[in-house]
């Protein structure tokens, strides 16, 4: 496994930037290799990634989260598909640092992109950029999951799994 880590500066406050983080279904709009996401349950998503024609389909659990703090992650099924965490810290009212760690390992597309020496770093970086420019031009979150979870399973009082026949992140 290797590990990849950077972080970014977001001209936002705390709760805006973990909010929109929570959207996944909005991620294809700035992690240039994420195509799809569909959120199951509040804990679970499916991730289809890929590269050109290359695809690849993924089940994807929330282990820990806690509102404007973090999320931690972990693939099902694989234990050589990407896992990791992102932390929020406020750096002033209006200012938040968004920090990313990914483990990519195996023969998978993470493990091949995770091979070639500082490729992966440069894309990760990039696309928590873009995903700086994406919150600061919304300039608020699209909306937000205040939930938390603690060993993959969501605490007392929060919503199992979206209520709407449609696939969406609950709205929180």
Not at 38 to 49: A, L, Y
Not at 82 to 103: H, K, M, N, W, Y
Request: proline share 6%; glycine share 12%; hydrophobic share 40%.
């Amino acid at each position: 496994m290797k590990t990849i880590e950077t972080t970014v500066a977001v001209a936002v406050p705390l709760r805006t930037a973990y909010d929109q983080w929570t959207q996944f279904e909005t991620f294809p709009r700035f992690m240039s290799g994420v195509r799809r996401v569909r959120q199951q349950t509040c804990g679970v998503s499916v991730w289809v990634v890929g590269a050109g024609p290359l695809r690849q389909e993924f089940t994807v659990e929330i282990l820990e989260q806690a509102p404007d703090s973090h999320l931690v992650w972990r693939t099902l099924g694989r234990g050589d598909l990407p896992r990791g965490e992102v932390r929020f810290r406020a750096l002033a009212d209006d200012s938040t640092e968004v920090g990313l760690r990914i483990e990519l390992g195996g023969r998978n597309l993470a493990g091949v992109l995770g091979a070639v020496p500082g490729v992966a770093g440069r894309v990760l970086h990039r696309d928590l950029t873009r995903f700086r420019a994406f919150v600061e031009g919304l300039g608020e979150a699209t909306a937000g999951w205040r939930g938390t979870i603690h060993d993959g399973h969501v605490q007392p009082g929060m919503p199992e799994e979206a209520k709407s026949p449609t696939p969406t992140w609950p709205m929180g």
